[in-house]
């Protein structure tokens, strides 16, 4: 049944459609790209790619890596939505990071932290911590699904990113409160 169908994930939260359809269009015709939302409508950094051709599937799957963006993804076979519910976890690791750049846009923060939290292991979601203005204030909450990638995630906020780190269980909409 989902013999042309493969599953993308850790996505970057900005890959699009053209993105993704553009990378595969090397293997073969892309029939449909579609991202995978968790229930609460909450982006999974995952998508569905539905090629033409078997053959095109097949080929996908033997070459060891691949790059949407600049970035790393998994590709495996898709073999259902029972057989992947762990592209539904929610992190339940909190880490904090304050002291991050203010003057940077929104989406810039976003894509500078996951760049720098790529080789970390899963997380659900990056939250930016804003003011009652909408301004940044220079502190993110990261949602990681595995306690063990907690470690490594600190190291390099701390130092890479030059910041103050630490464990939480601070929901990260109460940080958004005035």
């Known amino acids: 049944m989902w013999s042309q169908t493969i599953l993308v994930s850790d996505l970057s939260f900005f890959t699009d459609n053209a993105a ?28 569905m790619v539905r090629m033409v051709s078997v053959d095109s599937v097949a080929t996908i799957l033997e070459k060891a890596r691949h790059f949407i963006d600049m970035r790393g993804v998994s590709v495996e076979q898709y073999r259902g939505r029972d057989e992947h519910q762990w592209i539904y976890l929610k992190g339940k690791f909190k880490v904090t990071i304050k002291g991050l750049e203010v003057n ?75």
């Open 104 to 178: 940077l846009c929104a989406s810039d923060l976003y894509k500078k932290l996951e760049n720098a939290f790529v080789g970390c292991g899963r997380y659900s979601e990056i939250h930016l911590m804003e003011d009652h203005n909408g301004s940044l204030t220079g502190v993110a909450v990261i949602d990681f699904i595995k306690k063990s990638d907690i470690r490594q995630a600190l190291k390099i906020a701390r130092e890479d990113l030059h910041c103050v780190a630490f464990r939480s269980k601070t929901d990260p909409r109460a940080l958004n409160q005035p």
């Open 20 to 47: 993704i359809t553009a990378y595969f269009t090397k293997f073969g015709v892309v029939e449909k790209v579609g991202f995978i939302l968790s229930r609460d409508g909450t982006y999974t950094r995952c998508c």
